[in-house]
């Protein structure tokens, strides 16, 4: 199984992203889903998370009130819209999801490659 990012990029202040994670692989469901981010020098750093049905979510103050996490189940696919980015936004961007294998009822944490995001002033 695997989670790939996509649609990080160079914006400029107050502008927006949205960025994506595929998850692929074997037969598998998927827990719950989270978006972090490392800027250079900092630890990574926890932004939002939703639960498997979506209808759960939470945020790092940083992000609240300016990224907005989503799924769809049907497409493996969760979502970080991003408004209002400021350069401290700065970091590369990582989802994180648990999968659960089947048959096995295994419980598999998986991490995406991450993807840049760069905010100029």
């Known amino acids: 199984v695997q989670l790939v990012e996509s649609g990080g990029g160079l914006v400029q202040a107050g502008g927006s992203l949205r960025l994506s994670c595929a998850a692929s692989g074997s037969t598998f469901s998927i827990d719950v889903m989270g978006w972090y981010r490392q800027a250079p020098g900092k630890q990574r750093e926890l932004l939002a998370t939703i639960t498997s049905g979506g209808g759960a979510t939470k945020y790092a103050d940083s992000v609240k009130g300016r990224f907005t996490i989503s799924r769809d189940n049907g497409k493996n696919t969760m979502y970080l819209q991003m408004n209002s980015l400021k350069p401290e936004d700065t970091a590369v961007y990582y989802c994180?999801?648990?999968?659960?294998?089947?048959?096995?009822?295994?419980?598999?944490?998986?991490w995406g490659q991450g993807t840049l995001v760069t905010v100029s002033s």
């Open positions: 994180n999801a648990v999968f659960v294998m089947l048959p096995t009822y295994r419980s598999l944490e998986v």
